[in-house]
């Protein structure tokens, strides 16, 4: 099971602040033109799709995350009309990159920051750090598992993930009453 925990950017500085909005902008716009793309003439995660997109400032790594999170979107708004059987309507992407550990390296801080998230930025080889502090939440749900090599990336916040090993159920064993 995966527990999603949000973590503060509050103490990046304004420079990374500014590499993260430009970095979620030039995203954005890959996400929202497969999106288009992908809504006219269907396609796949390969490279002829990958290729529809020319002139952007994302390296080819982010370009297939782009291309990935748009499929994704595509298919489930589909499925979703379908399901209601309603019309559907192409999708705009105003949210979270999804990113993965290509992109992301989660590492115990040190001094006041206990947590630092590494981040891949539009420029090839120079990766932002973005010291930051667990919260309550993310602790708990550490103890239980272990944080994953990726986040939901925004400019509002970074959200993390831990995956917990599954309890065993509490339903299991004695009789349960039932009022």
């Known amino acids: 099971m995966r527990r999603a925990c949000k973590v503060t950017l509050k103490f990046a500085t304004a420079r990374k602040l500014r590499a993260i909005a430009?970095?979620?902008?030039?995203?954005?716009?890959?996400?929202?033109?497969?999106?288009?793309?992908?809504?006219?003439?269907?396609?796949?995660l390969d490279k002829a799709t990958l290729a529809r997109l020319q002139a952007t400032r994302l390296s080819e790594r982010y370009k297939s995350q782009a291309l990935k999170q748009a499929l994704e979107m595509v298919v489930a708004t589909k499925k979703s009309a379908k399901a209601l059987g309603k019309q559907a309507s192409c999708p705009v992407f105003r949210g979270s990159a999804v990113l993965d550990a290509k992109f992301v390296s989660v590492e115990e801080g040190q001094g006041s920051f206990d947590l630092v998230v590494r981040l891949s930025t539009l420029h090839s080889g120079h990766r932002v750090t973005i010291p930051t502090k667990r919260t309550v939440v993310l602790n708990r749900w550490a103890?239980?598992?272990?944080?994953?090599?990726?986040?939901?990336?925004?400019?509002?916040?970074?959200?993390?993930?831990?995956?917990?090993?599954?309890q065993p159920s509490k339903l299991s064993g004695q009789s349960l009453g039932v009022d």
Request: glycine fraction near 8%; aromatic fraction near 10%; charged fraction near 25%.
């Open 22 to 44: 430009s970095l979620m902008e030039a995203y954005r716009a890959a996400v929202n033109f497969y999106i288009r793309s992908l809504w006219d003439e269907r396609g796949s």
């Open 143 to 166: 103890e239980r598992g272990t944080i994953v090599q990726g986040c939901a990336l925004s400019e509002a916040g970074i959200v993390l993930w831990v995956d917990v090993k599954d």
